[in-house]
């Protein structure tokens, strides 16, 4: 059963929010479903945070093994799970079986309420994320991601990341994605940090509409850079196993975060979908794996491969051992993920 949600007075300003209908037109399409209405409440920095900014009502199995790996290697921390969709559809069942863990919560993310008081105030105002067409919503979520890192601060992670142990007890820290780029999709800060007021108040400014990621990777590793051009290069000086500091910033190394790498031509992230190979096993015996504390699986070049879970790939092995309800579940089904 879904949790009693406290009353709220936000549905009203739902209402109101014109910005729903520029970046989810279809949300209407979903009115005949029965909902489970969201409301805005401010995350904290005790908070683990996921954002879905693609305005969808339910969640897709491997988003819901991301969030329930969060809560599993953190019983004790809240998990935040923030939808751009002001309502979820109250039937979908793995909905229901993440919203049942202890820990996690579903919100609205109010984008009026989020950006309405501080530097990106006239950019959301004015629309100028709609300016990235097909990329909106990646825009909107690089965005939202600085905002509330700087007003609330916390962890993030992104929906595409399998946790694999808890995260560093430390703060202030970001993740490097290769040699070229830093990224924020897995982070952590204390409110108003410098390095997320700078990133605020610069998107702005750097934000094109042309390129994929001139708000999220592109301005942490170049705000980095000019901070501490010693420290953090382009490309970075350093080992792929090092970490790099700027001031109180820590960024962790690439095989931490990231253990297998993003590009298909080097065959590296296809061997998570492989199966016939026993390669699940195989990658969670290595000693570099045991060290990681998430898996990525960088959704826009993944997200048409489906894995049965009964093979023994390492996405597989990953569900298997990080999110055993949704993959208990998902086995009873069809198999699938």
């Known amino acids: 059963m879904w949790r009693k949600l406290r009353r ?6 739902k209402k109101s929010a014109t910005w729903v209908g520029h970046l989810c037109p279809k949300y209407d399409h979903y009115k005949d479903l029965k909902y489970l209405d969201l409301f805005w409440e401010e995350p904290t920095e005790k908070d683990i945070f996921f954002t879905q900014t693609s305005c969808s009502v339910v969640l897709s199995p491997r988003e819901a093994c991301a969030v329930e790996s ?4 953190h019983p004790r921390r809240p998990i935040a799970v923030l939808m751009t969709a002001p309502a979820l559809d109250a039937a979908h069942p793995l909905l229901r079986l993440v919203h049942g863990l202890e820990n996690v919560s579903f919100r609205w993310l109010d984008l009026d309420r989020l950006f309405g008081h501080g530097p990106l105030e006239a950019w959301h105002r004015d629309r100028m994320w709609m300016l990235s067409k097909d990329r909106a919503s990646a825009t909107v979520s690089d965005a939202v991601r600085a905002e509330i890192l700087r007003r609330f601060g916390g ?3 992104d929906l595409d990341a399998i946790t694999l142990r808890p995260f560093p007890d430390s703060t202030n820290w970001l993740t490097r994605v290769d040699h070229r780029l830093v990224t924020a999709a897995v982070s952590s800060f204390q409110r108003l940090h410098p390095l997320l007021q700078a990133a605020a108040s610069a998107i702005p400014t750097s934000y094109n509409p042309s390129t994929c990621c001139s708000v999220g990777p592109d301005l942490f590793t170049d705000l980095l850079h000019r901070q501490c051009p010693d420290n953090v290069t382009i490309p970075t000086s350093v080992p792929s196993d090092a970490t790099e500091y700027c001031g109180d910033v820590t960024v962790q190394p690439r095989n931490l975060f990231y ?3 993003y590009g298909y031509e080097r065959d590296e992230l296809e061997s ?3 199966e016939g190979e026993g390669l699940g096993a195989a990658f969670f015996s290595r000693e570099e794996t045991r060290g990681a504390f998430s898996l990525h699986l960088y959704n826009s070049l993944s997200r048409k491969r489906l894995v049965s879970l ?7 092995e990953a569900a298997r051992r990080n999110c055993p309800r949704v993959y208990q579940y998902l086995l009873s089904q069809d198999g699938w993920m």
């Open 8 to 13: 709220n007075t936000g549905k009203s300003a």
């Open 70 to 73: 969060a809560a599993h290697h």
């Open 155 to 157: 962890t993030y992670v």
């Open 259 to 261: 253990p297998i790498h």
């Open 272 to 274: 998570v979908f492989r």
């Open 310 to 316: 009964r093979g023994d790939s390492v996405l597989k």
